[in-house]
DNA sequence: TCAAGTACTAACATAAATGTAAGTTATGCG
DNA sequence: CGCATAACTTACATTTATGTTAGTACTTGA
């Protein structure tokens, strides 16, 4: 839970208040948001399905993750009344508008990256663990 | 200072290691550097202009964030030797060449940002305090 | 001599992000 | 009944990011 006052919310506030560029980075900022948009980028995903795609992320910090985005308007959650339940995420229209960035983000890093094959490597990280 | 070895760590290194779009936002997600970018944008600044320029950043975490991005390559430090000391910053080749991916992540907050007046604003962010 | 300016550094303190492990609800299936 | 599955939630723990305060070295100008 947050602070309801600290120099550093007040500080976080005034930024992204007042810088566009800012307000941006802090929608996608998140540890695992560019895998999740990446993936919800192809259509839409159920739960389970995008948790077994990211192997290292935990069920806390994932929901975390898609909550928040949800709330910012970046992606949407439909329930299925179904047993077992089934939840499908998918991106909004908003979301989707991310495209230009997250394709010039990528673009960058593949370009920038230590390492990068410069072949704009789509956020696999769904190996390991 | 950093743990050698953590979860949080070797998740972070997995994305920023794998993930092209990651690994660009973990170079100017910090907390002032868009702010930062901006301003180099125009021109190379001493530091004493720079903090001026930004009120609400302490002298701890404006070092901080000049000397991750000159880690990263973004910008460079150059240090005259008169009294009183004089150090300019500025943004190097790499740092230029976010250009593109400032100004795209600019637009979509200025487009998207809840209270924007569309006009992409620049990081301004020099008032208050 | 004393204050002021510059570009910091050090020691300390707090807030926020991320991670771990176990538990929950509901139902169908053997 | 007992187990499995899906999509979580809860309580707790750790790591990382950010912020506060005071102090440094050097020299010039009053």
Redesign the interface.
């Known amino acids: 839970m947050r602070k309801q006052s600290s120099t550093n919310l007040?500080?976080?506030m005034?930024?992204?208040?007042?810088?566009?560029?800012?307000?941006?980075?802090d929608l996608?900022?998140g540890?695992?948001k560019?895998?999740i948009?990446?993936r919800l980028a192809y259509g839409a995903m159920r739960y389970s399905d995008l948790r077994r795609s990211l192997p290292?992320?935990s069920e806390r910090i994932l929901i975390l993750q898609l909550r928040e985005m949800e709330s910012d308007g970046l992606i949407s959650r439909k329930v299925y009344p179904e047993v077992p339940p089934r939840v499908e995420y998918q991106l909004t229209d908003?979301g989707k508008?991310?495209e230009?960035?997250?394709n010039?983000?990528?673009?960058?890093?593949?370009?920038?990256?230590p390492?990068?094959d410069k072949k704009?490597?789509?956020?696999?990280?769904l190996t390991?663990k």
């Open positions: 007040e500080n976080e005034l930024i992204n208040g007042n810088c566009d560029m800012a307000y941006t980075l996608i900022g540890r695992w560019p895998s948009l990446w290292a992320v908003l508008s991310l230009p960035v997250i010039i983000l990528t673009d960058w890093g593949a370009e920038n990256r390492g990068s704009r490597v789509r956020c696999p990280v390991i």
